[in-house]
């Protein structure tokens, strides 16, 4: 997690928050919303370091520090738990009573639920009460993440300031993942499959990296603030397989989709199935190669002269002239194989009709 990224590429909310913080007119609640990997959680953490910095949330100082290691006893996280697909009520309810206690620490009390849009209607109106009457009189703060506003029920809504995270363009995060140590082809393929800086460096540099120690040293996974040592434990070891498991499906199939970029009739792509058609029996590959493919195909199509794909740009070039007017009808024929992948039809069939497509 790198809040001080994310804060340079959302710098307006961030001086807003600080505006309102200097005019002592901070809101009890706030609610960020946008897609993923614009910084809302990172922002969170930064509204935390600026209600307690002493040097008006530089995300350098001690106090700072402790906050974004997870440490502060007033700053409290929730998100969506490992194997889980929302916040349960039990999490909230859990929160509600930690904040019933004493703080050993003077100060606002704060609380950061991310994935608010993911929790039933009924959890979420059961913290209406919460946000608006703070118990022990403690000034508290709550700041809720979510990916889909139409998610989060209006009774919550209209009791927080809400915060539009737009998603950073293109360019600006590919020259982020350059500028991080990526090579121009891994920040562009990186980049299609996430709008999270940090996830797309994953997707690339995880494969080589020591990922238990890595992830001991960020405190931003809140299955690993797991008290019992066991779960910890077999949390810890879910996250470094499913991390290493997405560099690895990365890596792969970047290599065949660059390979499949050469073939030039179906003898070799007979051949080319036949040499790679076990790779794909898992939907998060084929999901990759499809991602690929259909950004090349919109890149021959609409971005001719400035493709994102722009290392590629011989083999674009080639496919044009090859392929002309077929284009068009090669990219509808992938839209919708990426929708039959999203239908449980078998990967390897997808592999099969997406090159007999693609040639």
Same mark, same amino acid.
């Given at each position: 997690?790198?809040?001080?990224?994310?804060?340079?590429?959302?710098?307006?909310?961030?001086?807003?928050?600080?505006?309102? +913080?200097?005019?002592?007119?901070?809101?009890?609640?706030?609610?960020?919303?946008?897609?993923?990997?614009?910084?809302?959680?990172?922002?969170?953490?930064?509204?935390?370091?600026?209600?307690?910095?002493?040097?008006?949330?530089?995300?350098?100082?001690?106090?700072?520090?402790?906050?974004?290691?997870?440490?502060?006893?007033?700053?409290?996280?929730?998100?969506?738990?490992?194997?889980?697909?929302?916040?349960?009520?039990?999490?909230?309810?859990?929160?509600?009573?930690?904040?019933?206690?004493?703080?050993?620490?003077?100060?606002?009390?704060?609380?950061?639920?991310?994935?608010?849009?993911?929790? *039933?209607?009924?959890?979420?109106?059961?913290?209406?009460?919460?946000?608006?009457?703070?118990?022990?009189?403690?000034?508290?703060?709550?700041?809720?993440?979510?990916?889909?506003?139409?998610?989060?029920?209006?009774?919550?809504?209209?009791?927080?300031?809400?915060?539009?995270?737009?998603?950073?363009?293109?360019?600006?995060?590919?020259?982020?993942?350059?500028?991080?140590?990526?090579?121009?082809?891994?920040?562009?393929?990186?980049?299609?499959?996430?709008?999270?800086?940090?996830?797309?460096?994953?997707?690339?540099?995880?494969?080589?990296?020591?990922?238990?120690?890595?992830?001991?040293?960020?405190?931003?996974?809140?299955?690993?603030?797991?008290?019992?040592?066991?779960?910890?434990?077999?949390?810890?070891?879910?996250?470094?397989?499913?991390?290493?498991?997405?560099? +690895?499906?990365?890596?792969?199939?970047?290599?065949?989709?660059?390979?499949?970029?050469?073939?030039?009739?179906?003898?070799?792509?007979?051949?080319?199935?036949?040499?790679?058609?076990?790779?794909?029996?898992?939907?998060?590959?084929?999901?990759?190669?499809?991602?690929? *493919?259909?950004?090349?195909?919109?890149?021959?199509?609409?971005?001719?002269?400035?493709?994102?794909?722009?290392?590629?740009?011989?083999?674009?070039?080639?496919?044009?002239? +090859?392929?002309?007017?077929?284009?068009?009808?090669?990219?509808?024929?992938?839209?919708?194989?990426?929708?039959?992948?999203?239908?449980?039809?078998?990967?390897?069939?997808?592999?099969?009709?997406?090159?007999? +497509?693609?040639?």
């Amino acid at each position: 997690m790198n809040v001080k990224r994310a804060v340079e590429n959302q710098m307006g909310i961030f001086n807003m928050l600080k505006m309102a +913080k200097s005019q002592n007119r901070m809101s009890h609640a706030y609610l960020f919303y946008g897609e993923e990997g614009t910084g809302k959680k990172e922002m969170a953490y930064a509204l935390a370091c600026l209600l307690y910095c002493p040097n008006g949330g530089d995300l350098t100082c001690p106090v700072c520090k402790t906050i974004l290691d997870n440490n502060h006893m007033n700053v409290d996280y929730i998100g969506i738990e490992q194997n889980k697909s929302k916040i349960s009520k039990e999490q909230i309810t859990n929160l509600q009573d930690e904040f019933a206690k004493t703080s050993l620490v003077e100060g606002t009390r704060i609380y950061i639920i991310d994935g608010i849009d993911t929790a *039933t209607s009924s959890a979420q109106n059961s913290l209406l009460k919460f946000i608006e009457e703070p118990i022990n009189q403690t000034p508290t703060v709550g700041i809720f993440l979510a990916k889909e506003l139409p998610n989060v029920v209006n009774t919550i809504q209209s009791r927080c300031i809400l915060e539009h995270f737009p998603s950073i363009p293109k360019e600006k995060e590919i020259k982020i993942l350059e500028d991080e140590g990526l090579s121009s082809i891994d920040a562009r393929l990186a980049s299609i499959l996430t709008n999270d800086i940090d996830e797309a460096l994953g997707f690339v540099l995880n494969i080589d990296k020591d990922l238990n120690e890595e992830l001991m040293k960020d405190n931003s996974y809140s299955s690993l603030n797991e008290p019992n040592h066991d779960k910890r434990e077999a949390n810890l070891k879910l996250e470094v397989e499913k991390l290493l498991k997405q560099s +690895k499906d990365y890596h792969a199939v970047k290599e065949i989709f660059l390979e499949m970029l050469k073939l030039k009739n179906e003898k070799m792509a007979v051949m080319f199935f036949t040499k790679y058609v076990n790779v794909f029996q898992d939907v998060a590959r084929m999901n990759i190669l499809l991602n690929f *493919t259909i950004t090349f195909l919109e890149d021959v199509l609409f971005h001719y002269e400035n493709p994102i794909l722009s290392p590629l740009k011989e083999e674009i070039i080639e496919y044009s002239k +090859k392929h002309g007017k077929k284009v068009e009808d090669t990219l509808e024929e992938c839209l919708l194989l990426s929708k039959n992948l999203s239908y449980n039809v078998l990967p390897k069939n997808i592999f099969h009709s997406l090159l007999l +497509k693609f040639i």
